[in-house]
């Protein structure tokens, strides 16, 4: 894939001149195409949309959708470009210019805020040198993006990276997740401070001993 140089006035810099499909992306299109009948494939636009993504990370370690992306979909849909393009700007989840290896996506709505949202976002904004939503640190290696409520509520505040949830988090953990990312040691997803699934904090308080007699 080559990279444009000449770019429209008010779009990103870099768009890949042409995009096709590789034998990984193939082999997951013909499982989702497999689901509609004949004459509904547009009801694949969302998978596939993922697929252009996820392919766009493995070539170039940047989760993104570009436009020539959105065309490869269209065409292998039979459905307008236009259609895509309205699919792909809807949704949130997915990224229409290059992002960091590291996409830190941090819910600060009401739930996340009241457990601490708001350390967790100084600490990624001082961890990274990043000011604002929707940049890259100087380095390529995160990107930062507010988001709405990531549906984890009961073990927030949340912080999203990539496809996986970190929860129960403050600005220590944070800090050291970070820094686990940076040395490519993402640690296992889930909650940081060791609790099992949504379970309370300090472990099980109910039905800890069996109540019953055994049988016989």
């Given at each position: 894939?080559?990279?444009?140089?000449?770019?429209p006035?008010?779009?990103?810099?870099?768009?890949?001149?042409?995009f096709?499909?590789?034998?990984?992306?193939?082999?997951?299109?013909?499982?989702?195409l497999?689901?509609?009948?004949a004459g509904?494939?547009a009801?694949?636009v969302?998978?596939?949309l993922?697929?252009?993504?996820t392919q766009?990370k493995?070539?170039?370690?940047?989760?993104w959708v570009?436009?020539?992306?959105m065309?490869?979909?269209?065409?292998?849909?039979?459905?307008?470009p236009?259609?895509v393009?309205e699919v792909?700007t809807?949704?949130?989840?997915?990224n229409?210019?290059?992002?960091?290896?590291?996409?830190?996506?941090l819910?600060?709505t009401?739930?996340?805020?009241l457990?601490?949202s708001d350390e967790?976002v100084?600490?990624?904004?001082?961890a990274?040198?990043?000011?604002?939503?929707?940049?890259t640190?100087?380095?390529g290696v995160?990107?930062?993006t507010?988001?709405e409520?990531?549906?984890?509520?009961v073990?927030?505040p949340?912080?999203q990276?990539n496809?996986d949830?970190y929860?129960?988090?403050?600005a220590e953990?944070?800090?050291?997740?970070?820094?686990?990312?940076?040395?490519g040691k993402?640690?296992?997803?889930?909650?940081?401070?060791g609790?099992q699934?949504?379970?309370?904090?300090g472990?099980?308080?109910?039905?800890?001993t069996l109540a019953f007699?055994?049988?016989g």
């Amino acid at each position: 894939m080559s990279a444009e140089t000449d770019a429209p006035p008010g779009q990103e810099s870099y768009q890949p001149a042409s995009f096709a499909f590789d034998a990984a992306s193939e082999a997951e299109i013909a499982i989702h195409l497999a689901k509609y009948p004949a004459g509904r494939q547009a009801s694949a636009v969302i998978p596939l949309l993922y697929i252009v993504q996820t392919q766009m990370k493995r070539h170039t370690d940047s989760a993104w959708v570009p436009r020539a992306g959105m065309d490869a979909v269209a065409a292998r849909l039979s459905m307008p470009p236009i259609r895509v393009y309205e699919v792909a700007t809807f949704y949130l989840m997915f990224n229409l210019r290059p992002i960091g290896k590291w996409h830190l996506q941090l819910c600060t709505t009401t739930p996340c805020w009241l457990r601490g949202s708001d350390e967790v976002v100084r600490a990624c904004r001082e961890a990274t040198g990043i000011a604002g939503w929707g940049e890259t640190s100087a380095d390529g290696v995160f990107t930062m993006t507010e988001v709405e409520c990531v549906g984890a509520c009961v073990n927030a505040p949340i912080l999203q990276v990539n496809d996986d949830f970190y929860e129960d988090m403050d600005a220590e953990r944070t800090r050291a997740l970070l820094a686990a990312l940076r040395d490519g040691k993402p640690p296992p997803m889930g909650s940081m401070i060791g609790r099992q699934n949504s379970a309370p904090e300090g472990g099980a308080t109910t039905l800890t001993t069996l109540a019953f007699a055994p049988e016989g």
